[in-house]
Nanobody, 124 residues
Framework: QVQLVESGGGSVQAGGALRLSCVLT????????????MGWFRQAPGKDREGVAR???????TYADSVQGRFTISKDNAKNTLYLQMNNLKPEDTAMYYC??????????????WGQGTQVTVSS
């Protein structure tokens, strides 16, 4: 059973930075982080969940317009870990952040596994 465990959330002031981590366990040899589509989502109170960034199995990355140029998604395949480096944080980035993974390298096929979330709070 694939499991995702996030960490790294916290409270920072606007302009600050945080790095979220997500460890993937229970993977098969075929679909470790190396080949698996993975992504970060967030949900603020009273709002729908939105995609923040994703990385395809071939390494292609995609970002939401709201975080482009401030956030960077990456992965360490040796550690089966996904990261989200968040710089120049804004109060509107406040949300619960979730790590997600698909069953293959193609993010177009959707995300099937979700972590429990880590809270990010940005104060002005």
């Amino acid at each position: 059973q694939v499991q995702l465990v996030e960490s790294g959330g916290g409270s920072v002031q606007a302009g600050g930075a945080l790095r979220l981590s997500c460890v993937l366990t229970g993977y098969t040899q075929t679909y470790s982080t190396r080949a698996r589509c993975m992504g970060w989502f967030r949900q603020a109170p009273g709002k729908d969940r939105e995609g923040v960034a994703r990385i395809e199995g071939d390494g292609t990355t995609t970002y939401a317009d709201s975080v482009q140029g401030r956030f960077t998604i990456s992965k360490d395949n040796a550690k089966n870990t996904l990261y989200l480096q968040m710089n120049n944080l804004k109060p509107e980035d406040t949300a619960m952040y979730y790590c997600a993974a698909g069953r293959s390298g193609d993010c177009g096929l959707g995300f099937n596994y979700w972590g429990q979330g880590t809270q990010v709070t940005v104060s002005s």
